[in-house]
């Protein structure tokens, strides 16, 4: 899909910045570790989300050290407070805080989280900080720590990165002037969501995403306002039939510019998942059955 940046209106924030809120020590930034993986023999090469920098790599030598300052600290979910150093694109980890509040996400949302960072990774270009970005990313961790609808959350997170990253027009705009819910509107190239006098499918009274050999996408406008709204959950919309619309629509978004998203998280979780049971059925713990609820994001 090609990047849309005109008509992108600014993004809620339900809370302020990270570096706003706490005072953070000289030349330190606020930011989310999004994966990392081993390096060389002691030291982990790691990708973060950072208010400052954006999504950057960063080498953190030594890491893996027994006695390392910053061993069980590069945690994905933590809100962190990083230094780094280096002039080429690949920096280096220099000291690592938490920041308060803690956030600890719950067992049954660690795949909601996992997805979270694999949809940030995929849409997120590097070394390009943006405030409404780092907000959304921020902000999602934050309600899947306490415990809402992880639904609501991830859609919010997909609606935002989606604008935000230039990737999708407005949900309330169409070519012709603003959305209206008994309108139908079709995704067209260039143009944004067009008005179209045809109906939607039969078979899918809110949406439809083929029309002969070209797949096209076709929503009513109450589904289109739904999601400028950021209507996401049963408290705010009439039918799981509309959900599964507003699912539809942002995962056909979505799949145009990162068509695998989704898949590493859900293979890391069905991993997970069959370790928990394997050490629940071992240890006859029930406290894991929350861990090993499914949640398909």
Known sequence: MQKLTEGVSPLPSAMPNFDSVFALPSHF???????????????????????????????????????SPVRGLLQPFLPLAIKLSGKSEIKTVGKVQVLPPFLELPDQYLAAGLYANE?????VPRA????????????CMQELTHNPPAEGAIRRLEKRLLIASGFSPPFNHASEGMIKPEETYTLVEGRGWVRTEKSVSKHHSLYSLSE??????????????????????????????????????????????????GKKSRQSWQELSALAKDFSNRNQHQ????????INP
């Open 29 to 67: 930034s606020a930011a989310f570790v999004l994966h990392s993986w081993p390096w060389k023999e002691s030291s982990l090469i790691v990708e973060f989300l950072s208010a400052s920098h954006g999504r950057i790599t960063a080498i953190a030598k030594g890491a893996r050290r027994p006695h």
């Open 119 to 123: 949809l940030t990774l995929a849409l």
């Open 128 to 139: 390009n900080p943006d405030d409404a970005i780092f907000s959304a990313y921020k902000n």
């Open 212 to 261: 002969g050999k070209a797949e096209v996408l076709s929503v009513k406008g109450s589904i289109l306002l739904a999601i400028a709204n950021e209507q996401f959950t049963p408290n705010n919309l009439a039918s799981g039939t509309e959900r599964s619309a507003i699912k539809q629509v942002l995962h056909y978004l979505l799949r145009s510019i990162a068509p695998q998203v």
């Open 287 to 294: 406290g894991l059955n929350p861990f090993i609820k499914e």
